[in-house]
């Protein structure tokens, strides 16, 4: 059954069960005791809508024909309130760049409620960008276009390349202008301000737990972490069962487990977050925040799109799975005190490293087509990526087309013609050097294709396909989201639904897209939004 927007009921469990902030003004200050504070959105000049995702609406079993009215666009930038919302905002801590920052919570996020859906999930509606909050610290609550496009837009592109995400169920231009310093360096701009509506089964990071531990607040720590085991977890307890210290300590287990399969899925199709902070890391495993981020595209394993981090690049590419340890290795210490003993939680980060090692494993085997992983892959991937680095190589592309390496290629050919398969990705003529070394490469690579081939019975068709489903063909690379972000301010909206249409699809040719499926231009190298982003936004 499909809702009219005044129909969307709301069940708003967390604000029900957990402890609120007493205090109702909206001004910044340290909350203590509480979980969120209520508090309302700021109202906008005159919302516009510019993109709405229709998969995110049947999440909430919303009617199609809503999102393209005036009451929409009121609600998801704040101006309007449905009947059953209680908008608040949610309190939480973090560890950013490796150091304890104390309270920062939901600084511009605020969350409208909870939807129960005709299957019975539950999906959390948050506005981000709608206004200060108590947790606004020196900031003003708001968002820019340029930085929502890109969030709106990756939440849907990391679903539909099976990555665990927040989604988007929309995008509102709200008529105001913005004033960002969009590098820190004393030339601030106003700029458009827009709201995006995201979309989860919950919000919560590991923040919001280490706030809690590090005040000391063990009644609210308990609370919360009951609460989400119960609403989230509920598998974790057995009928009739209360929440034990096993309990909790299978949780964290699967807060790791889910972790390390996210950071998989990032390293398979060369996303980084650019800003792994322990509040920007989902208790779901879910990938969240989208600020910073980039899609590597000369495979270059250091480096980060964060120029707020170009110094240490403590969050560069090859770093994310051991900065993923290190975020859990906090949750651990936060939630020590419900366990009261170190060695299960320390197997816990031991099932990470296994979890991310097997899964590591079984994406390399499929994206380079091969039906298991066995003893000698690890080298003959060691040697890829050490070859890949010779010469500035497209990673997207490289893979995509590697899929069309023919394991029955005569191999007494010229290492010049062997290599051709894979020219595409080469973004400057490649060296002689690379060209031996990529040919090597690929010899090897047939041989051990071939070994398939003779044991299993495997085809070219069938290992292309597989390769196919593991290697995206089209992502959301920096400059094309800026193309739609140059379109979107000067009030054309075309591009930002043409690369959500685009990336619904990102592992299946799409011949009327193909001009996506193309190495990033050579304006975008040193262009600000296309190699270079920076933390405002
Ligand atoms: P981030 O680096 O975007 O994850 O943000 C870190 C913290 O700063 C979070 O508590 C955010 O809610 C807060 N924050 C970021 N930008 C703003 C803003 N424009 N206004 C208020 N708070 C913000
Ligand atoms: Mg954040």
Known sequence: ????????????????????????????????????????PTPVRSPQLIC?????????????????????????????????????????????????AGQLGDGRAINL?????????????????AGPTPYSRTADGLAVLRSSVREFLC??????????????????????????????????????????CRVAQSFTRFGNFEILSARNDIDVLKQLTNFTIQTDFPHLICSN???????????????????AKMIAHWMRVGFVHGVMNTDNMSILGLTIDYGPYGWLEGYDPDWTPNTTDAQGRRYRFINQPQVALWN??????????????????????????????????????????????????????ENLYGTLQ????????????????????????KDSELIDVVRLAYYTEPSADTVSAMARWLRDYVIRLQSDFVLYGETHDRRKARMNSHNPKYVLRNYMAQQAIDKATLGDFTE???????????????????IYFAKRPEWARTKAGCSMLSCSS
Not at 157 to 178: D, I, N
Not at 402 to 410: E, K
Not at 503 to 510: E, K, S, T
């Open 155 to 196: 939440s849907e592109a990391m679903h539909h390349l099976g990555v665990p995400t927040t989604r988007a169920l929309s995008l509102v231009l709200t008529g105001e202008q913005v004033r960002r310093d969009m590098f820190y360096d004393g030339n601030p701009q106003l700029e458009p301000g827009a709201v995006v």
């Open 113 to 129: 409620g909870e939807i129960k859906n005709a299957q019975g999930e539950y999906w959390t509606l948050q506005l981000k960008g």
């Open 496 to 514: 930002v639904e043409r690369l959500l249409q685009l990336l619904r699809n990102p592992y299946d040719d799409q011949p009327e897209y193909d």
């Open 390 to 413: 010779l010469t500035e190589t497209d990673m997207t592309i490289f893979f995509r087309l590697l899929a069309n390496v023919d394991a029955q290629v005569p191999l007494p050919i």
């Open 52 to 100: 709405a995702a229709t998969e995110v609406a049947d999440l909430i079993n919303l009617d199609h024909a809503e999102l393209k009215t005036d009451l929409f666009s009121q609600i998801f930038s704040g101006n309007k309130i449905l009947s059953g919302m209680q908008p608040h905002a949610c309190c939480y801590g973090g560890h950013q760049f490796g150091n304890w």
């Open 328 to 381: 859990l290795a906090q949750l651990g210490n936060a939630i020590y005190p419900l366990v009261d003993a170190v060695e299960p939680l320390q197997e816990c980060l031991n099932a990470y490293r296994r979890t991310y090692a097997e899964q590591w494993q079984a994406d390399m085997a499929n994206k380079l087509g091969l039906k298991d992983f066995i003893e000698g892959d690890a080298q003959l991937i």
């Open 1 to 40: 059954m499909l809702n009219t927007l005044n129909q969307l009921s709301f069940d708003n469990r967390f604000v029900r069960e957990l402890p609120a902030d007493p205090t109702a003004d909206n001004y910044r200050r340290q909350v203590t005791g509480a979980c969120y504070s209520f508090v309302q």
């Open 241 to 259: 069962e209360t929440i034990t210290r096993e309990t909790y300590v299978k949780w964290f287990e699967e807060i790791c487990i889910r972790t």
